[in-house]
C-alpha cells in the first residue's frame, strides 16, 4: 500500500514560486495516477493538477493553467508541483493523491473528482501574501 508525503510549502509573495514534493513509500508510482488538490477552510477539496504515470499524460485545472506543471522524477518515487505566478487566491492546503484503477484514474485526473478510492497524504500549508 503506497503511502504519501507531501512537502514543500510555505509563504510566499504574490508572483512568488514554490515547489511542492509527493514522496511515495510502499511502492514506486509506476502505475499511479497522482494528483495534486488543495483545500481551504469551509470549502470542497479541489483539484489543482494530475500526472498519469501509466501514460504521462497530465491535467491542469483551468485556474492554475499556464503557471503549474507536474512532473514526476525518473525512479517514479516522487511527484513535484512546480508553482510560478503565485496569486493570494493560491493560498490553501495542498494534498497529493494516488490511484491505481482505471475508474479511479478517469475520475480523479479528468475530472478532479475526489473519489473514495484516492490515497491522500497529510498535506502541505501555501500561504500567498504580500
Known amino acids: 500500500q503506497v503511502q504519501l508525503m507531501e512537502s514543500g510549502g510555505g509563504s510566499v509573495q504574490p508572483g512568488g514560486s514554490l515547489r511542492l514534493s509527493c514522496a511515495a513509500s510502499?511502492?514506486?508510482?509506476?502505475?499511479?495516477?497522482i494528483a495534486w488538490f488543495r483545500q481551504t477552510p469551509g470549502k470542497e477539496r479541489e483539484g489543482v493538477s494530475c500526472?498519469?504515470?501509466?501514460?504521462?499524460?497530465?491535467y491542469y485545472a483551468e485556474s492554475v493553467t499556464g503557471r503549474v506543471t507536474i512532473s514526476t522524477d525518473n525512479a517514479k518515487t516522487t511527484v513535484y508541483l512546480q508553482m510560478d505566478s503565485l496569486k493570494p487566491e493560491d493560498t490553501a492546503v495542498y494534498y497529493c493523491?494516488?490511484?491505481?484503477?482505471?475508474?479511479?484514474?478517469?475520475?480523479?485526473?479528468?475530472?478532479?473528482?475526489?473519489?473514495?478510492?484516492?490515497?491522500w497524504g497529510k498535506g502541505t500549508p501555501v500561504t500567498v501574501s504580500s
Open positions: 493523491g494516488a490511484v491505481n484503477d482505471a475508474l479511479s484514474v478517469q475520475a480523479m485526473c479528468a475530472g478532479f473528482r475526489n473519489v473514495d478510492t484516492i490515497k
Open positions: 510502499g511502492s514506486t508510482l509506476d502505475y499511479y495516477a
Open positions: 500526472i498519469n504515470n501509466n501514460n504521462g499524460q497530465t
